[in-house]
C-alpha cells in the first residue's frame, strides 16, 4: 500500500517538474512573459464576455439583481470603458476616441462596441510591450 503511494507521488512529482521546468524555459524565451499572460488571459475573457452578452435577450438589458446593482447595460458600458481604459494605459498608448455608448443603448450597439473595446486591446497587444 504504501509503495503505491510512494510511486503515485514520484510520478506525480515528476510529472510537475516536467511542467515547471517547460513553462521556465517558455518564460526565458519571451521579452515580455507578463504580456504573454495578459494576451491569453485577454483571448478567454474576450471569448466568454462576448458571449455572455449576445446571449442575453434585448429586453433584459434593463435587468438588475438587486436595487443596489447595476443593470445588464450598464454593465456592458462599464466593461466596454473599462477595456479601453486599461488597454490604453497598459500598452502605453492614447485612449482612441469613440462614441460613449450608454446602458440604455440597444443591445446590438453595445456588443458591437464591447467587441471593438476587445479589438483595441488584442491589436494593441499584438505588438511587443516594453516596461516603462
Not at 51 to 73: I, S, V
Request: proline share 5%; net charge positive.
Amino acid at each position: 500500500m504504501l509503495r503505491e503511494k510512494n510511486g503515485g507521488f514520484m510520478k506525480s512529482s515528476f510529472l510537475g517538474c516536467i511542467v515547471l521546468l517547460s513553462a521556465a524555459a517558455l518564460a526565458q524565451q519571451s521579452k515580455s512573459p507578463a504580456a504573454d499572460v495578459l494576451r491569453a488571459m485577454l483571448a478567454g475573457r474576450e471569448k466568454s464576455t462576448v458571449a455572455a452578452f449576445e446571449e442575453m435577450p434585448a429586453d433584459k438589458y434593463g435587468y438588475k439583481p438587486t436595487a443596489d446593482q447595476m443593470t445588464f447595460g450598464h454593465l456592458a458600458a462599464h466593461i466596454i470603458s473599462s477595456n479601453y481604459t486599461f488597454c490604453s494605459n497598459v500598452g502605453d498608448v492614447a485612449k482612441p476616441k469613440v462614441e460613449e455608448v450608454k446602458d440604455t443603448d440597444a443591445k446590438d450597439k453595445l456588443v458591437a462596441a464591447m467587441k471593438a473595446s476587445f479589438e483595441f486591446c488584442t491589436r494593441r497587444w499584438q505588438k511587443p510591450m516594453i516596461p516603462r
